[in-house]
């Protein structure tokens, strides 16, 4: 059976405390924590940075997943690696070719991602999967939480995931979906090929959060 991992985006739960949320997560037994880094020109919004994710580390085990949604990535790789990530994931819209900071990555001795926007083809990373240990589709325009899922975003998830699966690649590749995702939505996530799942408002804003993770686990796993 597929692996279904969920990855609660950290964007949407209460910063003044979150050791609470963290062991909120550890007791819903999520795999990952998913950590939106944006630095205000790929994205015009600003979140948080390598000091913050030194932080999480210190108080949970849990597997740390850095979403860099910046300009200049090469810059921080590092930073971000000595903070405790153990996947670093870079876009590829801000690198003409992404394959040597993968391989940075990696020669670190953590996970690569590669992630594309909803307007990005997904044969503009065909040449890196070889490469990487996730993708990650963005099905909302990526700045902000809480915006609206679009399907038509995760259509290429399908081509994607035939071509993965043919290919023989010698490590497993996650696909994860970035974006509205909710106990329906996951849905049709699921039915188009990926297998980690990254929730932010969905879960944070639910009356029992750890009920919502339940639910959506449950949702992808029917599919
Ligand atoms: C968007 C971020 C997402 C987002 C998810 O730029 O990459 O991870 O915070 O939040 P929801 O689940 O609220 O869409
Ligand atoms: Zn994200």
């Known amino acids: 059976m597929r692996r279904i991992e969920i990855a609660p985006s950290i964007l949407a739960a209460d910063f003044t405390d979150l050791k609470k949320e963290l062991k909120m997560l550890e007791t819903a037994e999520v795999e990952r924590i998913h950590l939106d880094v944006m630095d205000g020109h790929f994205v015009p919004n600003i979140t948080?940075?390598?000091?913050?994710?030194?932080?999480?580390?210190?108080?949970?085990?849990?597997?740390l997943e850095a979403h860099l949604m910046i300009f200049e990535p090469q810059k921080y790789l590092k930073a971000f690696k000595n903070a405790g990530s153990d996947i670093i994931i870079i876009h590829k819209e801000v690198l003409a070719n992404p394959r040597p900071l993968l391989e940075e990555i990696k020669g670190m001795g953590i996970q690569a991602g590669i992630s594309i926007n909803p307007g990005t083809p997904w044969q503009e990373i065909k040449d890196v999967l070889a490469i990487v240990d996730m993708v990650l589709i963005m099905t909302v325009n990526p700045g902000f939480g809480g915006q609206k899922y679009i399907a038509d975003a995760a259509l290429k998830m399908q081509d994607m995931a035939e071509y993965i699966s043919n290919a023989g690649f010698k490590q497993e590749i996650d696909i994860g979906i970035d974006g509205g995702i909710d106990p329906e939505t996951i849905k049709d996530a699921a039915a188009k090929g990926a297998n980690v799942f990254i929730a932010g408002s969905s879960i944070f804003n639910a009356d029992d959060p750890i009920q919502r993770i339940k639910e959506l686990r449950k949702a992808a796993t029917d599919v």
């Open 48 to 63: 948080f940075g390598p000091p913050l994710i030194h932080c999480i580390d210190d108080v949970t085990d849990l597997f």
